[in-house]
């Protein structure tokens, strides 16, 4: 493990990780730390960076000039916060060495908008693709923790709409579970440097205050049905309380014949590969997913 990794750790254990807090509690201090993240921007050279306000889509694009790749990047958060400006980094390295441009999508988030207001928010982002014209053999559906839920709602949804798949998706730590077992998070609670075993079960309740909701495999992914849907990588940390997640997903995936790349290592933290260009492991990662977006 880097060094940088063990800095990225220890400053994460202090200032996101908590127990014990109420749903309010939670909202405020997830949009404290997420919403104002103090990470330097380092945009590649020729990459471009624009905002888009549209109807169908509000959010970023970072593009180099005539894109042959389309990435819809679907940023984490708890499904609470989370701010673009954060993926601007990945987002910026992806269009460069894939040739292509990334769209992030503004989202509306829990409590004030629980399941499944983001969930259509981000299908109507994929279908603005669309209608721009993007080819769906050259779109790729990417996102981090809770957006990876959303990359794979978005996933089954395209599917159950009758719409094309996209080429690929790409997902980091993604959520996908809202009956997580206890005994398994308490387990991993204590090696995990950012999230807890509260944190994840408070998200839960804050984003999915309809039970009868947590069934659908909108909202658990791991419990969808896989047939027809593409190509998926997934990465997890062995350290992390949502490796659960991960696995049952690729398990679920496999069942249907969908082809699953999986990337996990140990000792690191919850969505590693997002912080390109300042960890050494995620810098390795990425070219593992570019890899794997350029042959799927």
């Not at 279908?127 to 839920?149: F, T």
């Amino acid at each position: 493990m880097s060094i940088q990794a063990k800095i990225i750790k220890a400053v994460t254990r202090r200032t996101i990780k908590r127990h014990g807090l109420n749903e309010q509690q939670l909202v405020r201090h997830l949009r404290k730390v997420f919403n104002d993240t103090p990470v330097l921007t380092l945009l590649p050279r020729k990459v471009t960076l624009n905002q888009i306000r549209e109807p169908q889509f509000e959010g970023d694009h970072l593009s180099v000039s005539n894109p042959s790749t389309t990435v819809l990047y679907l940023h984490g958060g708890a499904y609470i916060g989370g701010v673009t400006k954060t993926y601007h980094n990945l987002a910026g390295r992806l269009a460069k060495q894939l040739h292509g441009e990334v769209y992030l999508p503004l989202y509306p988030f829990a409590p004030e908008h629980p399941f499944p207001s983001a969930v259509n928010r981000v299908m109507e982002a994929y279908e603005y693709l669309l209608a721009k014209g993007k080819n769906p053999s050259d779109i790729v559906i990417a996102g981090d923790s809770a957006g990876g839920g959303l990359t794979l709602a978005t996933l089954l949804h395209i599917r159950d709409m009758g719409l094309p798949q996209p080429r690929c998706a790409v997902l980091f730590s993604p959520a996908s579970n809202a009956f997580p077992d206890d005994k398994v998070l308490a387990a991993l609670d204590a090696s995990d440097a950012m999230l807890s075993a509260d944190i994840i079960r408070t998200v839960i309740d804050i984003y999915l205050p309809n039970l009868e909701d947590r069934k659908h495999p909108y909202a658990s992914p791991c419990l969808g049905d896989y047939s027809g849907v593409c190509p998926l990588l997934i990465t997890a940390s062995t350290d992390e309380v949502l490796y659960p997640d991960g696995k049952q997903v690729r398990k679920a995936a496999e069942k249907a014949g969908v082809r699953v790349k999986w990337i996990e290592r140990s000792g690191l933290f919850h969505v590693w590969p997002i912080m390109v260009p300042f960890l050494p492991e995620a810098n390795q990662d990425l070219k593992r997913v570019v890899e794997f977006i350029r042959t799927a």
